[in-house]
């Protein structure tokens, strides 16, 4: 699963990408706005389809909520990406969201004695980071860092979890958010920012040889009537713009940068 419902600003009119002699995209820069005391997340954001036609008259500044969109990351570039979706046009007293949710495979341990890896603060924080390696077609897969952070007295201490119970190859699906830190190198006094998926919830897959649940038989039932009431003035389901939910195998659409084929789970990315 890839899938994520976000808020952002357009901060430029879309522009027109040539991607084939019979086909073409819209995509602009956008900005997603910060979660608590971090940074605002800079992130490039592509159209397909019949969705293009709403989305390349918006002008600059215009704020969106863009609903099941794909996130990709590069690894050349190490920059994110969204791909697809729907969207709409909303105003400043829409919600804001920022959901990001991934279904893969963890593709490392995590070694408690590398500080990229897990640390406890002075202020007691406990941060542990993991890697999921996400499918997206063609025998190729995206990478993500993903980090979970709590306090020794939160209920709930998904650091401590993420170190206990997963491991190189643990099946695992997260529901998190993307969050942008910004900082001011000492030595070169750039800017420098980083983007990284912070966790909020997450299900383990079963493991191996564990018993199915039993099927439980329905006690509803529906009844059945001819007369059909029209519901939301009418409207459909807006059909899937994504292309390649529209060909066989389902992949994600191939981007620039290296991804190649499915990563060596020996190997151990950079934090």
Known sequence: ???????????????????????????????????????????????????????????KGSRVYIHGAKLRFDLESKTYSLHGGVIAQVTEAFPVFNDVILTGRCIKDIDQTDARAFKTTADGLMIANQTISVNTGRNQADLFNFYAINTAQDKLNQAELLVNFTRKGTGITIRGRLVTDAWTDKESQQRRSITKIQLVQMTLAPKSGESQPKSVASQTTVASTDNVASLWGGKTVEESTDPWTQTSGGGLPDLPGQYGSTPNFDEEPPF
């Open 1 to 59: 699963m890839n899938y994520v419902d976000v808020c952002a600003i357009l901060n430029e009119k879309p522009r027109e990408v040539y991607t084939s002699a019979t086909s073409s995209n819209f995509c602009a820069d956008v900005t997603i706005p910060p979660v608590g005391n971090k940074a605002s997340t800079l992130i490039n954001f592509h159209v397909y389809g019949k969705a293009c036609d709403k989305f390349k008259d918006l002008p």
